[in-house]
T-cell receptor, first 108, second 115 residues
Framework: DQQVKQNSPSLSVQEGRISILNCDYTNSMFDYFLWYKKYPAEGPTFLISISSIKDKNEDGRFTVFLNKSAKHLSLHIVPSQPGDSAVYFCAASQKLVFGQGTRLTINP | KAGVTQTPRYLIKTRGQQVTLSCSPISGHRSVSWYQQTPGQGLQFLFEYFSETQRNKGNFPGRFSGRQFSNSRSEMNVSTLELGDSALYLC??????????????FGPGTRLTVL
C-alpha cells in the first residue's frame, strides 16, 4: 500500500526551463510534507517542506505547492540548472513515508 | 557541526548471516530513523528511535531490529540475511519533535550486498 506516490520515475528538462515534480498521497492525516534530493552515493538532503496549513512555500528557485483536496503536492524548480540533476523524493509526515522518487535530468 | 555518519559504508554478506549497521546522529539530535532503499521500492521506513525507545515502526519482518544508546547512537541488526535484503540502508537524525515536523538529516548510507 503505497501511501505516497511519485508516478513519474524520470523527467528530462532543458536548462533554464521550469521543472515540475509531482507527488500524490492517500492518507488525509498527513500534515507535513518534505522534498528531498539525492545524488548517487550520498544520503538524501532536505530541500523544502510545507505544512498542511499552507498551500505554497517558496525558497529561492524552489517552490512547493500543496493541494489538500486533491491530495497532491508539486515541486517547481525555476530556472532549472544542471546541478539540479538528481533523484527527488517527496515524503509525508512523521515517519517519513517516501514516494518512489523521480530522477530529474537537466539538459544543457 | 559533524553530519550523520554511518559505518560501514559497504558490506558483503552471504545468505543466513547476520549484520549490524551503525549510525551516529548529529550532536544534539535525539531521534534516529532507519530506511531501506531499493531500486524498485524507493525509500521504506524501518523504525525510529527516540531517547533509547522505539517510537515508530514500519512494516518489516522481525529479522530487522534496532536499538539506540544513551548517546543517541543507533545500531540496526538484520538476522538470517536473504538476497532481497541487498539495499542501501540509510539512517537519519532529527531533534525529534513529536508529530514529526522536524527536518531529518541523512547519512551517506551503508550499501549491503547479500550473496
Amino acid at each position: 500500500d503505497q501511501q505516497v506516490k511519485q508516478n513519474s520515475p524520470s523527467l528530462s528538462v532543458q536548462e533554464g526551463r521550469i521543472s515540475i515534480l509531482n507527488c500524490d498521497y492517500t492518507n488525509s492525516m498527513f500534515d507535513y510534507f518534505l522534498w528531498y534530493k539525492k545524488y548517487p552515493a550520498e544520503g538524501p538532503t532536505f530541500l523544502i517542506s510545507i505544512s498542511s496549513i499552507k498551500d505554497k512555500n517558496e525558497d529561492g528557485r524552489f517552490t512547493v505547492f500543496l493541494n489538500k483536496s486533491a491530495k497532491h503536492l508539486s515541486l517547481h524548480i525555476v530556472p532549472s540548472q544542471p546541478g539540479d540533476s538528481a533523484v527527488y523524493f517527496c515524503a509525508a509526515s512523521q515517519k517519513l513515508v517516501f514516494g518512489q522518487g523521480t530522477r530529474l535530468t537537466i539538459n544543457p | 557541526k559533524a553530519g550523520v555518519t554511518q559505518t560501514p559504508r559497504y558490506l558483503i554478506k552471504t545468505r543466513g548471516q547476520q549484520v549490524t549497521l551503525s549510525c551516529s546522529p548529529i550532536s544534539g539530535h535525539r531521534s534516529v530513523s532507519w530506511y531501506q532503499q531499493t531500486p524498485g521500492q524507493g525509500l521504506q521506513f524501518l523504525f525510529e528511535y527516540f531517547s533509547e525507545t522505539q517510537r515508530n515502526k514500519g512494516n518489516f519482518p522481525g529479522r530487522f531490529s534496532g536499538r539506540q544508546f544513551s548517546n543517541s547512537r543507533s545500531e540496526m541488526n538484520v538476522s538470517t540475511l536473504e538476497l532481497g535484503d541487498s539495499a542501501l540502508y540509510l539512517c537519519a537524525s532529527s531533534i525529534g519533535l513529536a508529530g514529526g515536523q522536524a527536518e531529518q538529516f541523512f547519512g551517506p548510507g551503508t550499501r549491503l550486498t547479500v550473496l
